[in-house]
């Protein structure tokens, strides 16, 4: 099985103290998702993300419905988590959000480890571009809700690599 990597970062003009929180909710999920994924948290197992939560969710790709659920493998708050896929589209969909305190701003990086079906054309040609325009439309909204005066705010957006 080849896998693949991704990784995005974003600072935020914001203590780690106040980033985290916004991470730990898994309906926050909701609000920094494409519309075009029609993405929706459909069962949580906990009102607050901690190890061992579970997460469905609903989503369409390319107009396909699909069906995902979640696992939290790894929970150390304020300094990371890890979602991984129990069901989904993926053969292997592993993420890893990190925190990193910068004075009184916070690194936030995602790591996100996954294999796909239907070789490499198909990564290359479908999944590879919906990833990355994802992760850019989950640092624009980032971005515009933690700049919301009653929420921490983001600063900077920096690009999305994948390989």
């Known amino acids: 099985m080849r896998t693949h990597h991704l990784h995005a970062e974003l600072r935020i003009e914001r203590p780690l103290a106040e980033v985290f929180p916004f991470f730990s909710y ?3 999920l909701e609000a920094i ?4 994924l029609r993405f929706r948290i459909v069962r949580a ?3 607050a993300i901690t190890l061992g939560t579970e997460l469905d969710y609903r989503l369409h790709v390319h107009g396909f419905p699909l069906r995902w659920r979640s696992r939290i493998t790894l929970w ?6 890890v979602d991984e896929q129990v069901l989904g589209p993926y053969r292997l969909w592993r ?4 925190f990193e305190p910068d004075g009184q701003a916070t690194i936030a990086r995602d790591w996100v480890e996954y294999a796909t079906p239907g ?7 479908l999944i590879l ?27 900077l957006a920096l690009p999305v690599t994948a390989r």
């Open 26 to 28: 898994p309906h926050n």
């Open 129 to 155: 571009p919906d990833l990355k325009r994802i992760f850019a439309h989950r640092a624009c909204a980032l971005t515009a809700l933690l700049n919301d005066p009653a929420r921490p705010r983001a600063a």
């Open 76 to 81: 150390q708050p304020p300094l990371r988590f």
């Open 95 to 98: 993420h890893l959000h990190s």
């Open 33 to 36: 998702t494409p519309p075009w």
């Open 45 to 47: 197992t906990t009102p």
């Open 119 to 125: 070789g490499p054309l198909v990564h290359r040609l």
